[in-house]
Each structure stands twice: as structure tokens, then as C-alpha cells.
């Protein structure tokens, strides 16, 4: 019996050595700057639960919440750094969630083009996955803009892989945008429903970073209907153009 409890205490330590070990985590391609809110405000701090998201790493996620690395790897037992898409994480003590915009040296954007997802729900997993299915090698945008659906907050900014591999998308052949457009997706029907005024302020507030960090002229800041050759009615009828220039 005693040799048990012997044993057991000896597990539970290299458990808990082993989630302590923690090496720096970089991304993919260092982005030369990273931009995301901070307050000194004390916030309203508490447990939640995070579904991992195709691109997202611990330390992207340690970002988003406010809580350090050890942290999240020991309240998870986690063995590894690696994380796998759709792996549910305990985050302690997080922080409001905020958008972590990684921003890389590149000629290579010259417009913004803007989609609607045409579906009710979603977020980047779910996309992901249907893309995948389609053989496009995983989400086709560079950006998602959640809805409040599929455990993600209304005006939630998902950065997809593409973004952090700086890769091409998949989201619009037409006049070959996939080359030269950041794609950004708002979760929703656009031909039936309305932008909700978190994810506008999502998109005025992703827009405006990225188009003075790659110097996009406000007119290459364009839905994928107005594309030349693309015959789409996205982002749907609904989309309010003129509140959304006017907030730029
Ligand atoms: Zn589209």
C-alpha cells in the first residue's frame, strides 16, 4: 500500500514538473508586430472554456485571454505544446477575450475583399472543416468575424492559417484576388439577416489596422460582389456599405 501511495506521489510530480516546463513558443513567420488592446482596468476575470482554432497556438491563445502560458498548460495537464484543432482547453482566471492581429511585412495585399458566410452559424473550424471538404486545404479566408454561434462571441476576430503563413486564399478567382486580397468572413446571411453592431465594430477596427499597415486605398476595400468576374451576391443585400465606409 505503501509503495502505492509511493508511486502515485511520484507520478502526480512528474506530471506537474513536466506542465512546468515551458519553452518560448513562436509563430510560423514572426509578424513584425502584433496588435492587440490592452487596458490597465481592472477586468472581470474568470474560468472559461476555449475550442482550439485551426492556426491557433498556445501562445496566440495566452494572448487572447491574459493568462501565461504555464497556466493554461497546467490547468489542461498538457504534455505538449502542440495543440489540435477543435481540442477544448480550460483557460483559468482568463481575461475578456481580445483580437490578436498579426501584422507581416509584405507587398503582396492590395485589396480587402469582404464575405459573408451565407450560413447561420459558424466560426474558423467550421469553415475549415467545409473547405477541407472541398479541397481548397483547409479555411479559404484570411479572417473570420464570428456571430455569437458555434461557442464564439459576437464581433470575435478569428485569424486563420492562411494569415499566419501569409499564404494566398481561397475566397475569390475573380480577377485573381486570391493572389493579392486579404479575405475577411463574416459569419451570417447577409441576404436575410444583418451585420450585428459587434461585428461591425469587429470589422471597422480589423480593416482599419490592416489597410494603414499595407497602405490599401479605401476603394480596394470592396465586397466580393463588386469584384470584376465574380457573380456572387455576397456579402448579401443587407450589408451596410455606407455605415461601414463612414466608420473608416
Ligand atoms: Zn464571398
Redesign the pocket.
Known amino acids: 500500500m505503501k509503495r502505492l501511495i509511493y508511486l502515485a506521489l511520484i507520478a502526480s510530480l512528474a506530471i506537474i514538473l513536466s506542465s512546468c516546463v515551458t519553452t518560448p513558443i513562436k509563430p510560423p513567420i514572426t509578424p513584425a508586430k502584433e496588435i492587440y488592446p490592452q487596458t490597465a482596468m481592472p477586468v472581470l476575470r474568470q474560468d472559461v472554456s476555449h475550442i482550439v482554432g485551426p492556426g491557433e497556438t498556445l501562445w496566440r491563445i495566452s494572448k487572447m485571454y491574459n493568462v501565461p502560458i504555464k497556466d493554461i498548460s497546467s490547468a489542461n495537464n498538457l504534455k505538449t505544446q502542440t495543440l489540435g484543432k477543435g481540442q477544448r482547453l480550460l483557460i483559468p482566471n482568463a481575461a475578456p477575450i481580445v483580437p490578436v492581429i498579426p501584422l507581416y511585412p509584405s507587398k503582396k495585399w492590395k485589396y480587402i ?4 458566410s ?1 450560413t447561420d452559424e459558424g466560426n474558423s473550424l467550421y469553415f475549415d472543416k467545409y473547405h477541407q471538404g472541398k479541397g481548397w486545404g483547409g479555411i479559404g479566408y484570411h479572417f473570420v468575424i464570428d456571430n455569437g454561434t458555434k461557442e464564439k462571441q459576437d464581433g470575435q476576430i478569428e485569424v486563420s492559417p492562411r494569415w499566419i503563413k501569409q499564404e494566398g486564399g481561397s ?2 478567382r475573380a480577377s485573381n484576388m486570391n493572389e493579392k486580397a486579404i ?1 475577411i ?1 463574416l459569419v451570417g446571411n447577409f441576404n436575410r439577416e444583418y451585420v450585428s453592431s459587434k461585428q461591425l465594430d469587429a470589422l471597422v477596427y480589423l480593416v482599419n489596422i490592416l489597410r494603414k499597415y499595407y497602405k490599401i486605398p479605401l476603394k480596394r476595400i470592396i ?3 463588386q469584384v470584376l468576374g ?1 457573380r ?1 451576391e ?2 448579401g443585400k443587407n450589408f451596410p456599405w455606407p455605415r461601414f465606409k463612414n466608420s473608416l
Do not use: E, F, L, W
Not at 475583399?113 to 459573408?116: D, E
Open positions: 475583399v469582404i464575405h459573408h451565407a475566397h475569390c479575405g468572413c465586397g466580393h460582389n465574380a456572387t455576397c456579402p
